[in-house]
């Protein structure tokens, strides 16, 4: 077994950073007595809300810029706003969030199917790069599903 | 790069962002990276990860437009853009913590805003695309230094930082023993800078042994392979005389394999954080009064500790049993000049063979119970 102990000349910079003072808080916080401020700051101009942005309910306004990208919407917009009335500590929260979030991926494919597009499950998990790289792979998958679809529509046809 | 539900992404028009506040830029991206952070957003690990999202917190590019209060860049010029977008002028900014801006992220306390990665760190669009809006652009981007290679400088948006941090957060002293759990980008990072903080010794932990060989080549440390070794843990108490490390950075998080049980509950089924296996054998495999430094990504959980947030939060765990021999001498004067009054913390006192009672009365803080004490019976004669 390797032992570098005592041996640093092939390491380039070996040491350079070291400080005696380095305790596990004094790197991270540069200390000014910010701290006590609380929301005393001097607060950059304020973004407009132009889409349902949900907020924190630990913190009393929006922040000053913010993110966009996709609002709530649809039923999946309406368990993130029930979402949102709990605290970050609380799995009133997050259990939600989550449910909203697999609720969100039937709504985007209604969404999709909606505008004409069937979307291409095989590509957009990128099982294409299986063929390259994970065939071996990529053929227990396929047999796998074929197995599990083949027993689950045996079942449906003896049951009738 | 267009979010459609775990495992499912595709590729899809959208919008052109636009400038939304007057310290925005749009940046036209050059490059970016998918983090390792980025597949707990993939495997749908991240609460409030919505359909239809654009990922990616690491890319440089060129800055196209500029809102009115942009003075630090200007148009043409080709940035690094770090992965929090931070307002530089908040509490939190003021003190060095651009990761915990106050200003950037309305839908959550314990994280700051971050580019493309959910709404729960803010909900901005990432530089997995063509275009990207960034806030704060007199704070966060950072003209590429001419001469630097522009790969060189797409690992500064994250990669670099964070290896960095985690061994400067290990408060690595001369000639420690240094363990990084996972040999990703970041662990590698991760163990090459402990050399620069002056580690004697730096170990990876991998499973994979192309990682393994990659980063005994660049750290030019010692890689094992946790499936090889046996227990890992054990491994590690051996091999640094039976203390543990002196450091141990977790820079996996939620994704870790290695142990069935933290796979199912964690990842499979996400009753806690995500799979907590490199945490519990960094706590495990350190020394005692040694640091564990944390840079893995860990979700909500309800069932432990939120780690997530520790992280997140950038808070300082310090933590151990009484030294009582150290304490004693000066704990001593404090009671002798009435500074102390320990005895008044005692409300019950129980006969020994009611100890059941007594236990079961302190455990369930019954008559207000603070500090029971048993008494035997040949104290009572």
């Known amino acids: ?160 | 790069m267009n979010y459609r539900g775990p495992s499912r992404v595709r590729v899809t028009h959208k919008p052109m962002p636009e400038i939304q506040h007057p310290s925005d830029a749009i940046v036209r991206v050059t490059r970016s990276c998918i983090c390792g952070s980025d597949l707990h957003l993939y495997n749908g690990l991240v609460p409030d990860t919505r359909v239809g999202s654009t990922f990616g917190h690491e890319f440089i590019g060129v800055v196209e437009e500029i809102g009115s209060d942009v003075t630090k860049v200007k148009v043409g010029d080709t940035v690094l853009v770090p992965f929090n977008v931070a307002c530089g002028e908040c509490a939190f900014c003021k003190q060095g913590l651009y990761g915990n801006c106050h200003e950037s992220n309305s839908q959550a306390t314990a994280v700051g805003g971050i580019f493309g990665y959910s709404h729960t760190a803010g909900g901005f669009d990432g530089g997995q695309a063509e275009y990207v809006r960034v806030p704060y652009a007199n704070v966060g981007p950072t003209v590429i230094p001419e001469g630097m290679d522009h790969d060189d400088a797409l690992l500064l948006t994250d990669v670099v930082p964070t290896g960095y941090q985690a061994a400067e957060m290990g408060g690595i002293k001369t000639g420690d023993t240094v363990v990084v759990f996972g040999a990703g980008p970041v662990g590698i990072m991760a163990a090459k800078c402990a050399w620069l903080f002056g580690a004697g010794r730096v170990i990876v932990i991998d499973k994979l042994e192309y990682r393994l060989e990659f980063v005994r080549n660049y750290a030019q440390c010692e890689a094992y392979n946790y499936e090889s070794v046996g227990d890992p843990v054990l491994f590690l108490k051996k091999t640094t005389d039976w203390f543990g490390a002196d450091v141990c950075i977790d820079a996996v998080g939620a994704d870790a394999t290695g142990n069935a049980l933290q796979t199912i509950t964690g990842r499979k089924l996400m009753l806690q954080a995500g799979s907590a296996t490199a945490l519990h054998w960094a706590i495990n495999s350190v020394k005692k009064g040694g640091i564990v430094s944390v840079v893995g990504v860990y979700g909500p959980t309800d069932n432990l500790v939120p780690i997530g947030n520790v992280l997140n939060k950038g808070l300082t765990i310090r933590a151990n049993q009484a030294s009582v021999k150290r304490l004693l001498p000066r704990l001593i004067e404090h009671i002798q000049a009435g500074r102390l009054d320990p005895k008044a913390l005692i409300t019950h006192r129980f006969p020994l063979e009611e100890a059941a009672e007594a236990y079961h009365i302190f455990s369930e803080k019954l008559d207000n119970c603070i500090k029971p004490v048993l008494i035997p019976p040949s104290a009572r004669l």
């Not at chain 1, 790069?129 to 689950?152: E, I």
């Open chain 1, 1 to 160: 077994m390797e032992n570098t102990t005592n041996n640093y000349s092939h390491i380039k910079g070996w040491g350079i950073d070291a400080d005696p003072t380095n305790e596990p808080t004094h790197p991270m916080k540069h200390y000014t007595g910010d701290d006590h401020k609380r929301l005393n700051w001097e607060r950059p101009p304020l973004q407009p809300e132009t889409v349902e942005i949900l907020k924190s309910n630990e913190r009393p306004n929006l922040s000053a810029v913010l993110g966009t990208s996709v609002p709530p919407t649809g039923l999946s917009g309406a368990i993130r706003r029930y979402a949102f009335k709990y605290s970050e500590s609380s799995y009133g929260h997050w259990l939600p969030l989550l449910l909203a979030d697999r609720v969100n991926v039937v709504e985007g494919l209604i969404d999709d199917l909606k505008q004409g597009h069937i979307p291409n499950i095989f590509a957009e998990k990128g099982w294409k790069a299986d063929l390259k790289y994970n065939p071996k792979g990529l053929a227990t998958k396929v047999l796998v599903t074929a197995l599990a679809t083949t027993a689950v529509l045996a079942y449906l046809r003896r049951k009738k």
